[in-house]
């Protein structure tokens, strides 16, 4: 039995069931589960993919909705860059009067669309054979070859980009795809890979060698930036907060969440965090920080509770919001700080 065959008929056992995954393909669909799936965890892409397709169902409806609708529905899951150029992306495609591309060299013309999404929608919803090369493909593919520290240079993917289309020869490119991307999340895994149940361990020369952790090497990781902010947690006598939009800035940008700045001393907490409301507040109490991590800034954010007599009139880039359900773009850390103010 060949190394394809192998790899097919244990995807079919093995697979797990995701609503992405489901027959006929949408193309939108696996475009939308694509992006979400890039450095988020497939549990927490799961219902917000549901919910997502749910609300806007087409590339179309995802066209005339608006950035904001489109950030909201994308909150909690991160890396807002993403969900921003998916927006651009729907636009564009829309205004052209037609669907998506078929290849992956056009679908690289799209904002946001790299060679792994484009390979990953060029060959899962059309067909084409073209290798997606993500980081748990490289990783079967770096063990398989042996390929060593070479996994991480041209040359190594020139290397894998060959073994995957070798494997395609015979079987649909998309399975194909699917099954390495899944036997490397679930099998071939960075630590302990269970090497017993792998369908391609016959031919492995990693594991012939007894060494499968070590290929590829790792990466170098790069250094934690640690920062402390100050957030201002303004709640009304019903019970909403005081949201500000955040604009500009690295990160964070366009999403709603309570005033926050870096923090100072510990003694000027209430006046800093004071001074950061547009509205009179009275009664503040100082809060254990919460941590919040985004990509490699490590944040810990102090949360000063501050009650506000009535909700007044508010300037434009704010507004009163429910903190568990704002109804506008925001990050997981006001889910945090509302945990920790509401506690």
Same mark, same amino acid.
């Given at each position: 039995?060949?190394?394809?065959?192998?790899?097919?008929?244990?995807?079919?056992r093995s697979a797990r069931e995701l609503?992405?995954?489901?027959?006929?393909?949408?193309?939108?669909?696996?475009?939308?589960?694509?992006?979400?799936?890039?450095?988020?965890?497939?549990?927490?892409?799961?219902?917000?993919?549901?919910? !997502?397709?749910?609300?806007?169902?087409?590339?179309?409806?995802?066209?005339?909705?608006?950035?904001?609708?489109?950030?909201?529905?994308?909150?909690?899951?991160?890396?807002?860059?993403?969900?921003?150029?998916?927006?651009?992306?729907?636009?564009?495609?829309?205004?052209?009067?037609?669907?998506?591309?078929?290849?992956?060299?056009?679908?690289?013309?799209?904002?946001?669309?790299?060679?792994?999404?484009?390979?990953?929608?060029?060959?899962?919803? !059309?067909?084409?054979?073209?290798?997606?090369?993500?980081?748990?493909?490289?990783?079967?593919?770096?063990?398989?070859?042996?390929?060593?520290?070479?996994?991480?240079a041209a040359a190594g993917r020139a290397?894998?980009?060959?073994?995957?289309?070798?494997?395609?020869?015979?079987?649909?490119?998309?399975?194909? @795809?699917?099954?390495?991307?899944?036997?490397?999340?679930?099998?071939?895994?960075?630590?302990?890979?269970?090497?017993?149940?792998?369908?391609?361990?016959?031919?492995?020369?990693? !594991?012939?060698?007894?060494?499968?952790?070590?290929?590829?090497?790792?990466?170098?990781?790069?250094?934690?930036?640690?920062?402390?902010?100050?957030?201002?947690?303004?709640?009304?006598?019903?019970?909403?907060?005081?949201?500000?939009? =955040?604009?500009?800035?690295?990160?964070? @940008?366009?999403?709603? #969440?309570?005033?926050?700045?870096?923090?100072?001393?510990?003694?000027?907490?209430?006046?800093?965090?004071?001074?950061?409301?547009?509205?009179?507040?009275?009664?503040?109490?100082?809060?254990?920080?919460?941590?919040?991590?985004?990509?490699?800034?490590?944040?810990?954010?102090?949360?000063?509770?501050?009650?506000?007599?009535?909700?007044?009139?508010?300037?434009?880039?704010?507004?009163?919001?429910?903190? #568990?359900?704002?109804?506008?773009?925001?990050?997981?850390?006001?889910?945090?700080?509302?945990?920790? =103010?509401?506690?």
């Open positions: 039995m060949s190394d394809t065959r192998r790899l097919l008929d244990w995807y079919e609503p992405w995954r489901r027959e006929p393909r949408d193309p939108y669909g696996v475009l939308v589960s694509e992006l979400m799936l890039q450095q988020t965890q497939v549990d927490r892409v799961v219902p917000r993919f549901e919910a !997502f397709i749910a609300r806007f169902p087409t590339l179309q409806a995802l066209a005339q909705s608006d950035e904001a609708q489109v950030l909201e529905a994308w909150s909690g899951l991160g890396y807002y860059r993403r969900a921003r150029s998916l927006h651009r992306l729907a636009r564009e495609v829309a205004g052209k009067g037609g669907g998506l591309p078929q290849t992956a060299a056009e679908l690289r013309q799209l904002p946001g669309i790299g060679p792994y999404t484009a390979a990953a929608v060029a060959s899962l919803a !059309f067909a084409e054979a073209e290798p997606v090369l993500d980081g748990n493909v490289m990783r079967v593919a770096a063990r398989v070859l042996l390929m060593g520290s070479e996994g991480r290397r894998a980009l060959g073994w995957v289309r070798g494997l395609m020869e015979s079987a649909p490119p998309g399975r194909v @795809n699917e099954a390495l991307m899944e036997l490397g999340a679930t099998v071939c895994t960075p630590r302990s890979p269970s090497c017993v149940v792998c369908p391609l361990r016959e031919g492995c020369r990693a !594991f012939a060698e007894g060494c499968p952790e070590e290929h590829p090497p790792a990466r170098k990781v790069r250094e934690p930036e640690h920062l402390q902010w100050l957030a201002a947690c303004a709640v009304s006598g019903g019970g909403r907060w005081l949201l500000r939009r =955040v604009d500009g800035g690295a990160i964070l @940008n366009g999403l709603w #969440l309570p005033p926050f700045a870096d923090a100072g001393s510990s003694e000027g907490a209430v006046a800093a965090a004071a001074g950061l409301l547009p509205v009179p507040a009275e009664d503040a109490v100082v809060l254990a920080a919460v941590r919040h991590s985004i990509t490699y800034r490590r944040i810990s954010v102090v949360p000063v509770r501050f009650n506000v007599v009535r909700e007044t009139p508010l300037p434009a880039g704010w507004a009163w919001a429910d903190p #568990l359900s704002p109804g506008l773009p925001t990050s997981s850390l006001l889910g945090k700080l509302a945990a920790r =103010v509401m506690k």
